[in-house]
């Protein structure tokens, strides 16, 4: 049944947003370890500092099969309801769209009215996805105005292309392949928008069938992985241009467009450099009408005694940052950026995005540092900082350790273990860990996390 | 004083479609606001308008021309069906249109706006106003075509040929819905800012498909 004033979290603009009240849940998406015989879940802790249960997991739903490992999720609807040219305000923002990466299921569960205890409502099985929109391997979902976007790695024989299918927000019924032409287009990662420019971007990561078994190191050397990002027409479903960052810039994952939909720009993060092992953030602007793109933070790696370092690395003697993750405040002032390999997490002031200055860094985990947190000071912990998520009002940072299934071993072969934590960020530049939040969970890997209400990458908005 | 009426329940209802952000005013404030200029918002609101004009112009002319030939008792009967069936739909089946885009010229501007009251029924909720046909035996002039002021009844309108019927009520409404259109628009724009539509922006759709399916029923009755 509509609702008779617009779903309360959702905000005409970016600006509003940040004035939204802190979150008290977040959810966060579980998948099995090897060897485990679990389902994957849908976790739900407590962020409510408030709370005598602050920092815990206090609920969980499991998924109805095996082996989906799920990764990426969002909403049902979003404050882009409110964008001018398809209103539809009086939806609820209840549902989490919860796709299996390696499954191809997809799931719907209700976060209401009990956000402890979310409910698996639809099930929308592979086949049904290989049927209407001919792709597989569903991964980012972004809430558009007018219909639920879903990226998809690859074709359901596990090559390419990947790209985009579409999902009714009421029914959740697929209603295909988004692309009408899509040039030269074949990798897929993943995607978002400039609303406001009738412009969709997407990145490249591989397709199924070269990263479900582990990163191939051949491919790697190779340059084969994604190296491109791609402009897209939104209205008219078109590639427009291909912005090429060079060989060597291998996986070209996380977009971050800046939330203001006046401004046409956005950041994009680049797992590993093969010329040294360093990790980059690429600006993408628009200039005269066409798209341009500038490296504006370079990461390089860290050194490292090859005693403390996977097969893999061993011969490099250093530890490549490897950016995994990357996320924008609201207010388009901060970029935060993890680096899975060395285990630091950065802030950067990106007030003028074409020179971002380096205003905080924390650092946990690593695959040769292995930094406690300040909560356990003698335990070391594996896994780095990876899928983050930033509060609406851009106070609180959270994020998880786990990259990828198959990844993980290969980068952590003594185990990755899981855990989630919580930074504190001053909104003038520096950021801190909350000593009192660090949750560890012996029998699930935790990957992206959504707020309560929404999140800085949950949204999308219309009005500047 | 009677024959005002019908024009005044013209102009309200054109206002009532121009309150309602999904009709066009919010279109207007989203592009003044993408390219930071009030002129931007101006520049909307003619083809808004005319889109709307358009919409409500063929369900009218519809209606007029099926007066000539349907059998008033027969006019009545489909004309409460459509109104009430669509109404009832609109109100469990709530899909919205599945435009895409803010960089719009006019024309697409004019398209949007058809289709988004095209898509709400606002033609629709103006037909009871041009159901009822002059009474035969008093047409005064111009036969068939002309409508006469019937004494006990306020919604007719008088003495007016088809065509002119058409333009007049066409601009009659199309003032109403732009008027407000403008000044809720300007308002926003300048004053009030987007934040309102948290608080403000009723479910007007719900409203706006039970009046479809009242009138709906009121047909049957007039």
Redesign the interface.
């Known amino acids: 049944m509509p609702l008779l004033k617009p779903d309360p979290t959702f905000y005409p603009s970016p600006r509003l947003a940040m004035q939204a009240p802190p979150e008290k849940h977040a959810f966060v998406a579980a998948l099995n370890s090897p060897g485990s015989e679990l389902n994957d879940a849908l976790l739900v802790v407590d962020v409510d500092p408030e709370s005598s249960t602050y920092g815990q997991r206090v609920g969980e739903v499991k998924m109805p099969e095996f082996g989906d490992e799920l990764h990426h999720f969002g909403w049902n609807a979003c404050s882009s309801a409110l964008c001018p040219y398809a209103p539809h305000p009086h939806v609820e923002r209840r549902y989490l769209v919860v796709p299996g990466l390696r499954s191809s299921r997809m799931h719907i569960i209700d976060t209401k009215p009990n956000p402890r205890r979310p409910k698996v409502v639809k099930v929308i099985e592979p086949e049904e996805i290989f049927a209407r929109s001919n792709y597989s391997r569903p991964h980012t979902i972004h809430c558009g105005p007018e219909a639920i976007y879903v990226s998809a790695l690859g074709a359901p024989n596990g090559d390419g292309p990947g790209g985009i299918f579409m999902l009714d927000c009421e029914t959740f019924d697929i209603l295909g392949q988004w692309e009408m032409n899509r040039g030269p287009q074949f990798l897929h990662y993943d995607f978002w928008w400039h609303l406001g420019f009738d412009t969709l971007l997407t990145s490249e990561w591989g397709t199924p069938n070269m990263i479900e078994s582990g990163l191939q190191p051949d491919l790697l050397l190779g340059g084969k992985y994604g190296h491109q990002m791609h402009i897209w027409d939104l209205r008219r479903r078109r590639h427009v241009q291909a912005l090429d960052l060079g060989n060597e810039q291998q996986m070209v994952l996380e977009m971050r467009p800046a939330h203001n939909p006046t401004k046409a720009y956005g950041f994009v993060g680049v797992v590993v450099s093969l010329k040294d092992l360093s990790a980059s953030i690429w600006l993408w602007h628009r200039n005269n009408g066409t798209w341009d793109l500038k490296k504006v933070i370079e990461i390089p790696a860290e050194p490292a005694d090859a005693t403390n370092l996977p097969p893999m690395l061993k011969d490099f003697k250093a530890v490549p940052p490897l950016v995994s993750d990357i996320n924008l405040s609201l207010d388009d002032k901060f970029l935060y950026v993890s680096c899975w390999g060395t285990g630091e997490f950065l802030q950067y002031d990106v007030s003028d995005p074409f020179s971002p200055k380096k205003t905080g860094s924390v650092r946990i985990g690593g695959i040769a540092n292995r930094t406690p947190h300040p909560k356990n000071p003698k335990q070391p912990l594996a896994g780095g900082p990876q899928m983050v998520e930033v509060s609406r009002d851009g106070k609180r940072i959270y994020f998880t350790n786990s990259l990828y299934a198959a990844w993980d071993e290969q980068f952590y072969p003594d185990g990755v273990g899981s855990w989630m934590v919580k930074l504190d960020a001053d909104q003038e530049g520096g950021i801190t860990f909350d000593e009192r939040f660090l949750l560890e969970s012996s029998d699930y890997r935790v990957h992206q996390i959504r707020l309560e209400g929404g999140d800085s990458s949950s949204d999308s908005f219309c009005f500047p | 004083m009677n024959g005002l009426w019908p024009w005044l329940t013209l102009f309200g209802l054109g206002a009532f479609h121009g309150i309602n ?2 009709m066009g005013w ?2 207007a ?3 003044g ?2 390219e ?1 200029k009030r002129a931007a918002v101006l520049r909307a609101l003619p083809p808004i308008a005319l889109g709307h004009a358009l919409s409500i112009g063929i369900i009218i002319a519809a209606v007029l021309l099926a007066r000539i030939s349907v059998p008033p008792f027969a006019l009545k009967i489909v004309a409460a069906a459509i109104l009430f069936a669509f109404g009832l739909y609109r109100l469990f089946r ?11 010229g006019f024309g697409d501007l004019t398209l ?1 706006s058809f289709v988004m009251a095209s898509a709400h029924g606002a033609g629709l909720m103006l037909i009871p106003l041009f159901l009822k046909s002059p009474p035969q035996t008093l047409a005064p002039q111009g036969g068939a075509m002309a409508v006469h002021m019937h004494p006990t009844h306020g919604l007719e309108f008088a003495s007016f040929s088809a065509p002119s019927l058409l333009i007049s009520a066409i601009a009659v409404h199309t003032l109403g819905y732009l008027l407000v259109t403008a000044v809720v628009a300007i308002l926003v724009y300048e004053r009030l800012g ?2 309102i ?3 403000a ?3 007007v ?2 409203f706006w498909m039970l009046a479809l399916m009242i009138a709906g029923l009121f047909i049957l009755f007039l």
């Open positions: 952000p999904a919010l279109f404030v989203g592009l606001l993408q930071q709530s899909r919205h249109p599945n435009w895409v885009g803010m960089r719009v949007w987007v934040g539509l948290r608080r922006w009723f479910n759709d719900v």
